[in-house]
Each structure stands twice: as structure tokens, then as C-alpha cells.
């Protein structure tokens, strides 16, 4: 027995190959770029104005505001902002998509118990897309074991 198409079923065979390859030649690209842009930002010389021992939990609260996270009875702050590392950009022409790929930077402070700065953590992401939380978990646990001064 002969195994025939009819025309209908080949046209869309075509059609579908068509749409594959036109997809597959369009190509995605990832732009990377230096990190720029975001809301919230923290600076280096901000955070590197802050003093161990001299700055307050009252002093950080006045320059940054209300933390993303008070962890362990206000023994942690975090602060999180976002900033633009690249651009995803797929198709081309009139249908091409094109996305921002943002990457949250976190601040962890850790207070002595008198409301002092004991230390600070920045986490910046080297990929978008990682997951930032078991680093400040990490970075908490450091001096967990030992008595706060």
C-alpha cells in the first residue's frame, strides 16, 4: 500500500520547516554590559563611609532607610537594589524581543548588641541569574558561634 499526502498536509509541513529554520537564523544574543543604571543603588563611597564601632544602627537607618530584611532581632539589616548587567536580545525586525537582564546586589550589616556597626557584607552577583542568599547566609554564620564584644 502506497502512502500518499495530500497537498493541504504538505503545505503545512513546508510552513512549519520554514517557521523553524526562520526562527533558528533570527538568533539570540546576550549583550553583557558593566553594571549601570537601577533604583536604590548603593554606592561604594556610601558604604565605605560607614565605620565599625563608630556608626550607628540609627546612623544607617537615617542615610538608607528602612532595610529589605531585619534578620535575628535586628542583629542583621539587608538592603537590596537592582542593577542593569546586560541586555537578552532574540528575532530581529519588526518581531524582535529585546529584555533587560537585572541582577540584585544585596548590603548585609551586622550590629553589636549597643546598636554599633560590627561589619558589612556587600554580595554583588557575578551572573544575573545566581542565586546571592546562601552567600549572606553564609557571611552571617561566619562570627555566629562567637560572643558579640
Known amino acids: 500500500m502506497k502512502c500518499t499526502r495530500s497537498n493541504a498536509s504538505v ?3 513546508r510552513m512549519v520547516l520554514l517557521a523553524v529554520t ?3 537564523l533570527s538568533g ?5 554590559t558593566p553594571s549601570h543604571g537601577g533604583v536604590g543603588v548603593i554606592t561604594a563611597e ?9 556608626t550607628t544602627r540609627a546612623d544607617i537607618l537615617l542615610r538608607l532607610g528602612e532595610p529589605a530584611e531585619r534578620l535575628e ?9 537592582k542593577r542593569i548587567h546586560g541586555y537578552f536580545v532574540a528575532g530581529g525586525g519588526s518581531t524582535g524581543v529585546m529584555a533587560t537582564l537585572l541582577a540584585t546586589h544585596s548590603l548585609g550589616i551586622e550590629f553589636t548588641p549597643d546598636h554599633q556597626l560590627k561589619r558589612v557584607k556587600v554580595i554583588h552577583p557575578w551572573l544575573p541569574l545566581t542565586d546571592k542568599r546562601s552567600n549572606l547566609e553564609e557571611w552571617m554564620a561566619e562570627e555566629r558561634e562567637l560572643p558579640h564584644p
Do not use: A
Request: net charge negative.
Open 73 to 81: 532581632e535586628d542583629r542583621f539589616f539587608v538592603y537590596q537594589w
Open 46 to 54: 556610601t558604604i565605605e563611609s560607614f565605620e565599625p564601632g563608630k
Open 22 to 24: 526562520g526562527l533558528g
Open 28 to 32: 539570540c544574543i546576550i549583550i553583557p
Open 11 to 13: 503545505m503545512f509541513g
